[in-house]
């Protein structure tokens, strides 16, 4: 082969690398649901890419023309989109930005990159528009949630609770009262009963339907849960004082309601009322006591209203067993600490434990977290017995790592009432000081009802402990009123999705699909993902798929004693 030939077969080969090369771009270009504009800064050139036509309906050939998508993305976001398409001007690498497109409900990502030459001019951009629609839907869909009751549309527990608040603050400022009236419809469990839960759902839609009447600027109304309903009125008065809205709850209760089976029913409810500055000084107590009065108001006789006043809650507490028996129990006879194993989703390797307390009672019989702990939450209990929690994990925790050396985390769930103590941050240190754990190894779970009252201090407490190497995650996400735009301002490390989401996850499509955008745009925030209450393969897998960092719940183990992690730890790590 002479000189010439040679050449001219090298050329071919390069020639055919250089086709498959680019017939491989185009095909990633064409399914990846973006498209791409390349500008030339040398030779002032632009050339769109790939899915072009999806997005827009105009063409750009040349650099002025650049214009011409502030035409088509919504007002608010023209001057974001600016500065990412001329982001040479500022000397930056790359940005990104979501955009709304004007007339439809298509989210744009757009991502701008450029590369400069070695002296720092730049040479070759590259822009690439994105659909993200479902994503961003998704969250519009998912802030709704977190402040309504869906079966409702009334406001949610988590969000009345807030704006209750807001309603005590600016009494106090005012001078004025703010009335809690907590409702509870007589009969529903034997409503519920007798005639199925969808019956049941229909009752409590339309006793909210009825309730919603009632809003407006000075009186708010939330469902809570089941037959549970709560109204918040600020300076009432007139038509809107607790008699006024009582006689006409209790003259619609009068009337059936009619079912959309035909069938004609009538509703009574109980109420109970309490009063701010009387009855209380913060939102959450003013509800607690109301719902106290409320039983009242149930066992003298339903279909009444019951006011507050002190005897009342003290008649109320005496009486609660379970209330006298925390006083009463003695914590290293009678309480013991469970703790559930979390995994990394990849390698199913353990990436620490939940403690949960467990509570045997003289008798023997086993009394829930979920039900004393609330109980311990409102007689105090809950600080001696936080401290109990703290000091006997980390105590098993000490061991497990002198034992194991195996790196791992202890998660410890911290009640609103406990972390507000002053002491609480110094309490936790001694206690890790006096068994040598690093607050690196610790995480503290707390929930959304922390943040309730007095948020800058407690966020600023939050940063202490972070600043210590102590991890804070956010429990039970997506029960409250959490919306992922006020997730970003937390100082927080992971979130914990809750257990509601798990359940449904396989069988309801929307669930799914929220559950998605939650783990992409939390990720997205910097945040560690656990999912909570995990029970079946399919959900394991599912959650897998869609890149969840950790899982914990019974598919993977229950909550045991701590021989229970000994022994799982030598199982799986040596
Ligand atoms: P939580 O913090 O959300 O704890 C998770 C609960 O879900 C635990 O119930 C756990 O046993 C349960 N769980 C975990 N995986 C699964 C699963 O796959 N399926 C099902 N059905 N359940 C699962 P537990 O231990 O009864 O605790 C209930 C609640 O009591 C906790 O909810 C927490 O709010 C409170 N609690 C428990 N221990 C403590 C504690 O030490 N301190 C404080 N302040 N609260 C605690
Ligand atoms: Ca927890
Ligand atoms: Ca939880």
């Known amino acids: 082969m002479n000189e010439l030939d040679k050449q001219i077969s090298m050329l071919d080969s390069i020639n055919k690398r250089l086709v498959k090369d680019s017939k491989i771009l185009k095909l990633i270009c064409d399914t990846s649901n973006?498209?791409?504009?390349?500008?030339?800064?040398?030779?002032?050139?632009?050339?769109?890419?790939a899915n072009w036509d999806y997005f827009f309906d105009f063409k750009i050939t040349e650099?002025?023309?650049?214009?011409?998508?502030?035409?088509?993305?919504?007002?608010?976001?023209?001057?974001?989109?600016?500065?990412t398409l001329y982001i040479e001007k500022r000397g930056l690498k790359s940005s990104t930005i979501d955009v709304k497109m004007k007339g439809s409900r298509?989210?744009?990502e757009v991502e701008s990159d450029i590369i400069y030459d070695d002296d720092m001019h730049p040479v070759e951009k590259i822009i690439r528009f994105k659909d993200v629609t479902k994503f961003n839907s998704q969250n519009d869909e998912l802030t709704y949630m977190a402040y309504y009751d869906l079966l409702t549309g009334l406001y949610n527990r988590n969000y009345f609770v807030r704006l209750l608040g807001e309603f005590v603050n600016r009494a106090k400022e005012n001078d004025k009262k703010v009335a809690v009236m907590f409702l509870d419809l007589d009969d529903f469990r034997k409503m519920n009963d007798s005639l199925g839960i969808i019956v049941g759902d229909e009752i409590v839609q339309i006793f909210g339907q009825f309730l919603s009447e009632l809003a407006c600027e000075n009186v708010i109304v939330s469902h809570?849960?089941?037959?549970?309903?709560?109204?918040?009125?600020?300076?009432?008065?007139?038509d809107f004082s607790v008699d006024a809205?009582?006689?006409?709850?209790?003259?619609?209760?009068?009337?059936?309601?009619?079912?959309?089976?035909?069938?004609?029913?009538?509703?009574?409810?109980?109420?109970?009322?309490?009063?701010?500055?009387?009855?209380?000084?913060t939102a959450l107590e003013l509800i607690n006591c109301a719902e106290i009065v409320m039983i009242g108001a149930k066992t003298n006789g339903k279909g009444r209203v019951q006011y507050f006043d002190g005897s009342i809650l003290e008649e109320f507490l005496k009486n609660s067993k379970i209330d006298n028996k925390l006083k009463e129990v003695d914590f290293s006879q009678n309480f013991v600490m469970y703790f559930q194993p979390q995994f990394h989703?990849?390698?199913?390797?353990?990436?620490?434990?939940?403690?949960?307390?467990?509570?045997?009672?003289?008798?023997?019989?086993?009394?829930?977290?979920?039900?004393?702990?609330?109980?311990?939450?409102?007689?105090?209990?809950?600080?001696?017995?936080?401290?109990?929690?703290?000091?006997?994990?980390?105590?098993?925790?000490?061991?497990?790592?002198?034992?194991?050396?195996?790196?791992?985390?202890?998660?410890?769930?911290v009640s609103a009432i406990q972390y507000?103590?002053?002491?609480?941050?110094?309490?936790?240190?001694?206690?890790?000081?006096?068994?040598?754990?690093?607050?690196?190894?610790?995480?503290?779970?707390?929930?959304?009802?922390?943040?309730?009252?007095?948020?800058?201090?407690?966020?600023e407490k939050l940063a202490v402990l972070r600043n210590k190497g102590i991890k804070i995650s956010l429990d039970d996400f997506?029960?409250?009123?959490?919306?992922?735009?006020?997730?970003?301002?937390?100082?927080?490390?992971?979130?914990?999705?809750?257990?509601?989401?798990?359940?449904?996850?396989?069988?309801?499509?929307?669930?799914?699909?929220?559950?998605?955008?939650?783990?992409?745009?939390?990720?997205?925030?910097?945040?560690?993902?656990?999912?909570?209450?995990?029970?079946?393969?399919?959900?394991?897998?599912?959650?897998?798929?869609?890149?969840?960092?950790?899982?914990?719940?019974?598919?993977?183990?229950?909550?045991?004693?701590?021989?229970?992690?000994?022994?799982?730890?030598?199982?799986?790590?040596?």
Request: proline letters at 5%; a negative charge.
């Open 34 to 49: 973006s498209a791409f504009l390349y500008y030339n800064f040398e030779e002032d050139s632009v050339q769109t890419i």
């Open 63 to 83: 650099h002025k023309d650049f214009y011409k998508f502030y035409d088509c993305v919504e007002e608010k976001y023209t001057s974001p989109l600016r500065e």
């Open 106 to 108: 298509m989210w744009l």
């Open 224 to 238: 809570f849960s089941s037959d549970l309903y709560c109204i918040g009125i600020y300076d009432p008065c007139g």
């Open 245 to 281: 809205i009582c006689r006409k709850i209790f003259k619609r209760s009068e009337k059936p309601y009619k079912l959309s089976s035909g069938r004609n029913l009538t509703l009574t409810v109980s109420i109970g009322v309490a009063e701010y500055p009387e009855a209380s000084t």
């Open 345 to 413: 989703t990849t390698d199913k390797m353990l990436r620490g434990v939940e403690a949960l307390i467990r509570w045997k009672d003289e008798s023997g019989k086993m009394i829930r977290p979920d039900v004393f702990i609330p109980i311990a939450e409102k007689n105090g209990t809950i600080v001696p017995i936080g401290t109990w929690i703290m000091e006997e994990s980390i105590r098993i925790y000490a061991g497990w790592k002198q034992k194991y050396h195996y790196p791992m985390l202890l998660s410890l769930n």
């Open 420 to 459: 507000k103590q002053p002491d609480f941050i110094d309490n936790l240190i001694n206690i890790l000081d006096k068994y040598g754990v690093s607050p690196c190894e610790i995480e503290l779970e707390i929930t959304e009802s922390i943040l309730i009252d007095d948020f800058k201090e407690i966020i």
């Open 478 to 574: 997506g029960t409250g009123y959490s919306s992922l735009s006020y997730l970003k301002g937390l100082p927080i490390d992971t979130l914990k999705i809750d257990k509601t989401f798990i359940d449904t996850v396989i069988t309801d499509e929307n669930t799914r699909i929220i559950t998605e955008s939650i783990i992409y745009m939390v990720k997205r925030l910097g945040l560690e993902t656990i999912a909570e209450g995990v029970e079946t393969q399919e959900q394991f897998d599912f959650l897998n798929a869609i890149d969840c960092d950790n899982i914990q719940g019974y598919y993977l183990g229950k909550p045991m004693p701590p021989e229970g992690i000994e022994e799982l730890i030598e199982k799986v790590h040596g």
